[in-house]
Structures are given as structure tokens and as C-alpha cells.
């Protein structure tokens, strides 16, 4: 069966966003301090549109991340905008412009109904309201054979890792404090449900650790 | 100036003690998950008097942080035994038995005053009340050029982290979850003081995180 394998990265003190998230703001006060280390590599810039950059140890662990995903699953908060009810006369359209970087269907968890939307490039979002179970459903029948990437945010991640849906987990440690904001483990418990450490990556400005079940 | 290293293992959701700390329990319901990587290596149970064990890549860390070790500054919590006021009738002596693994000056932050307690192979603990500043002065002096070993726990680390007055510090991050417990970054904030990620290693249940200033 198809993997759900969630990418994100974390800071030390174990933030995946920084507090005050906002339309200015889309990960929080000094939540872009997680991500620097992505911001250089030539893998990371081509899958935004962007020539140039570094290759280094990181460049395997973006690559493999983008390998054999046919959907995404993510939060409400991630596709971002505003919260409650959308906004018909003005509709958020996500973060990433007329051409976002996925190219494959798109599941968003979401507490209110909207038709799909579709962008170009092949990706579409679908925005379901019936929970994680249900996403996942829809987003491994769109993915036909491969893999989900679950792709945060926070609370996202959490109910999938508390549920024990979670096969791969690649945590991109940032090294640096965040001090508040969101938190990947808080109402998960202590238990990985099997996840365990397999492969440790060492790269400039941060430590790629890669779970999965053995 | 001699540095003062801090080395400690932390979970994966960033607890450095599991909760409900006692006697029985010392390190927390948990607790003991952290450090499980340790007790197979050779280097730690020679330290504790024990044969055998392992050599893994865990063991150039645990020799580093055992090297030019002239002082040891802990809280009371991980003296340990009861919170308040030192028991004279009955008094706790530490975790360690009659001759503790230090063979050096230890200095006990407590709010609580007590004679120094003179145990076998070299070990004294002096029980400091006026603060971090001040058991660290004494246990630069009593280092004599040798470097100064926070030893933890929490409080301990968060105070020193807070201040700004960690040199060096090795995280032994272990891939399981605690869910609840004591946080090692609670109450330090976003700020790191200089100390940047200098060396990952990749051992056997554990990444173990080396930062200091460059």
C-alpha cells in the first residue's frame, strides 16, 4: 500500500511555526528561520521556479522527498488566507500563485465546505470536511499506487502522528530556538507507533533525521 | 577562560525528564528512555565500575564530554531525593553511591544551606544558595583552568541557557517520545547566544548535537 510520509522541519526547541501566524506572516514571528537551510539548494529554487543554487547534503533528502508522491494531504491552516468560512466574493487561492509547486492532486482539511479548485500545472485542491481518515482515503485514491505526503502544518501533522497514519517522518532539525509558537508533538502522546530513527543526514544548518517502521 | 559544557539527553519532542520525578522514578515516568542509547557503550559502564560494553560512534562523545572536566555545577533536582529543606537526621547523599562517578568538585544549586559533603575518590558537593553566577565563580576557581560541566537538570540548564552562559553544549537526542515531563527550553526564549550547530553525530538510538560558539 501507498506510504504517508510527512516532511517538515522543526526547530531545537521542537517548533514547526513560529507564534502569530498571519497572511503576512505564513509561518509565524521567526518561523522562516526553519526553512534557511532549503532556501540555498538548487533542488529547492528549481521546484519554485528559480535557477542556480547550492547542491550539498541536503539535495538527496528534498529529492527523495518529491519522489513517487501522487497527492498531498494538508491543513487548512497551511493552505493559509483567513480562518472560518471562505470568502466566496474574494477566495484564497493558497499561498503559491496561479502555478503551485505540487503538480498532483491536493487535500485540504478544512472545517468548511468549497468546491475544488483547480490550478495550473496539475494541481488541484480539494477541500474536505470530514476529518483525516477521509482525506487520506481520498488523497491515496487520487495518488493510485503512490505515495501521500503530508505536508503540515502543525496541527495537521498531529492528529496524523496521534492516529498512528504516519509511515515515513523526515524531520528537518533547524538549529535554532523559536521560544513559542506551534509545537509537531504537543497532543500526540509518547508513542511513534513504531516509527524509529534509520538514517541521520548531517548538512550545513541542519540535521535531516529520517523515521520510518522497520 | 575555561568554558562551561553543558551535555545532556533530550527526547525528540524535546523533554529532558519524563513527569512525576521521585525517588523511584528519578529522572521522571519515562525518563529512562533517554538514555538507554548509554548504558550498552563500554566508556559509560567503566564509569560506573561496570566490564564490558559496547564501542560505537556514541563513544568518542561520551569520552569528549568526560575530558578537561575540572568542576561539575548541578541542580538540586538532579542531587535530588526531596524538595525543601536538607533532612539532617536523615540526609540525602545523591544518586550515586559512596564513591560518585565526578572525582571532582561538585557545586549543587538549592535554595536550602547545607555543609559540603566529602565522598569517596575525590567527589565534594557544595551546596550553593545564591544563585548561578555564584556556583559558577566557585566552580571555575576550583576547575583551576579546566573546563566546568553543567550537569543539568532542566532548571539547571534553562538558567544557564537563559544567561547566556552555556560554552558548549552536546545534545544526545533520542527518537522516541516523553509527551509530558521537564522541557529543556522552556523559559530560554529564541535566543542561542552564538551557539551554532558544529557536529552531528550519527550513532546507534541516538543523534548526538554538538553547538558551540565558532
Avoid at 509561518?27 to 528559480?50: D, E, K, T, V, Y
Amino acid at each position: 500500500m501507498s506510504k504517508v510520509r510527512l516532511r517538515i522541519s522543526m526547530s531545537l526547541d521542537g517548533f514547526v511555526a513560529g507564534p502569530n501566524q498571519s497572511v503576512d506572516n505564513p509561518i509565524g514571528i521567526g518561523g522562516m528561520r526553519l526553512h534557511q537551510w532549503a532556501f540555498s539548494l538548487a533542488a529547492w529554487r528549481s521546484m519554485h521556479g528559480l535557477e542556480g543554487g547550492e547542491v550539498n547534503q541536503s539535495t538527496l533528502v528534498v529529492q527523495e522527498s518529491l519522489a513517487n508522491i501522487g497527492a498531498t494531504v494538508m491543513g487548512r491552516n497551511m493552505f493559509g488566507g483567513h480562518p472560518g468560512p471562505w470568502d466566496a466574493g474574494n477566495p484564497w487561492n493558497g499561498w503559491w500563485g496561479s502555478n503551485p509547486p505540487f503538480h498532483h492532486p491536493v487535500f485540504v482539511l478544512s472545517h468548511h465546505a468549497r468546491d475544488p479548485l483547480q490550478l495550473e500545472g496539475g494541481t488541484t485542491f480539494t477541500f474536505v470536511t470530514d476529518g483525516i481518515e477521509a482525506a487520506l482515503a481520498q488523497a491515496r485514491k487520487a495518488a493510485a499506487g503512490k505515495d501521500v505526503s503530508l505536508a503540515g502544518g502543525a496541527r495537521a501533522a498531529q492528529q496524523f502522528l496521534a492516529a498512528g497514519l504516519v509511515d515515513e517522518m523526515e524531520i528537518s532539525l533547524a538549529p535554532v530556538l523559536l521560544g513559542s509558537g506551534e509545537r509537531l508533538f504537543d497532543r500526540v502522546g509518547d508513542n511513534l507507533h513504531g516509527l524509529e530513527l534509520v538514517r541521520t543526514v548531517a548538512a550545513p544548518s541542519v540535521t535531516h533525521l529520517k523515521f520510518a517502521r522497520r
